[in-house]
């Protein structure tokens, strides 16, 4: 991992996504958490204010050193306890079916395989387990999607493998997600980088929705 991944990378996700726009939204879609949550993509705890009472540990995932280093202090101050799991979502060894909630924020855009990713997270889930999700991805404006493949490219060269075009709904669906509840909106800013897809999906144990 170069220094730029390391120690700039994850102040620059920090900033970004800690605006007053996007900690509201972070605010929504954490509600209804409940018992043992598995966090994909925990970053520097950005999410740990919003945590419900219900929630009783946190089992989070990150691949970075500085975002782990960045959250330090946002641990030391949680109201819930947090298990560092693993470093990487596409490989969870955790028991199938041993975990009520999941949660995803600003994730699913970067891993590399997400398919897979999304076939272990649903396979760790619980029958009626819950997908809280909240993330950029494809617009259906023709306009705003073509800006959207023209950029990913660089997108991902500067912001650790993040895709702009990913059409999340799609990709859930597909994994054996249904989809339960959904807001599409943009946040404010240019608007390639600010699509959202914002909400909750059960995992589908006979098959895709």
Known sequence: MS???????????????S??????ARARVLRGLYGEVLEIG?????NLPFSPAEVTRVFAID???????LAESRLDSAAVQVEWSELD???????????DCAL???????????????AELRRVLKPRGV???????????????RWQDRLTPLQR????????????ADQLRAAGFCIDALDNYHLPGPKPLTYLYEGRARSCKEGPC
């Open 63 to 69: 691949p970075s050193d500085g975002a782990r280093k």
């Open 3 to 17: 220094f730029y991944e390391r120690h700039v990378l994850p102040r620059c996700i920090d900033f970004s996504l």
């Open 157 to 168: 060269r500067i912001a650790g493998g993040c895709h702009l075009n990913r059409p999340i």
């Open 89 to 99: 979502g596409q490989e969870l060894a955790l028991p199938t079916e041993s975990i």
């Open 131 to 145: 997908l809280h999700f909240l993330e950029h991805g494809r617009s259906p404006e023709g306009g705003v999607a």
């Open 42 to 46: 925990f970053g520097s705890g950005l």
């Open 19 to 24: 605006r007053p726009p996007v900690m509201k």
């Open 104 to 118: 995803s924020t600003f994730t699913l855009c970067t891993i590399p395989d997400l398919p897979h990713a999304l």
